[in-house]
């Protein structure tokens, strides 16, 4: 992966082209008055960390589980509503 440097004003003249650089996996390094103040690179989406995945199998466990809203499964099976009703305030 190879990497550029340009001036803030180039960056915006050459915006286009510049991105085109991004997609193709270059990095671009934004300067302003010769000093670093950004980076235009390809995206690369986060890995989901081990925290995040377990919290995503607790919440999808708890879905599986469903919820009760304190009355009993037959009360709640016998309930029925329209979408409209379900809809109203």
């Known amino acids: 992966m190879s990497s550029i440097t340009v001036s803030a004003t180039a960056a915006n003249q050459q915006f286009a082209e510049l991105l085109g650089k991004a997609v193709s996996g270059e ?11 950004a980076q235009m690179g390809p995206y690369r989406p986060k890995a989901a960390s081990p925290e995040r995945r377990a919290a995503w199998r607790r919440m999808l466990a708890s879905m599986e589980r469903g919820v009760t809203i304190g009355i009993s499964a037959e ?13 109203e305030r």
């Not at 934004?30 to 103040?37: A, S």
């Open 27 to 37: 990095t671009v390094l934004i300067t302003k008055r010769g000093k670093p103040v």
């Open 75 to 87: 009360e709640a099976r016998a309930m029925t509503w329209t979408r409209d009703e379900a809809h």
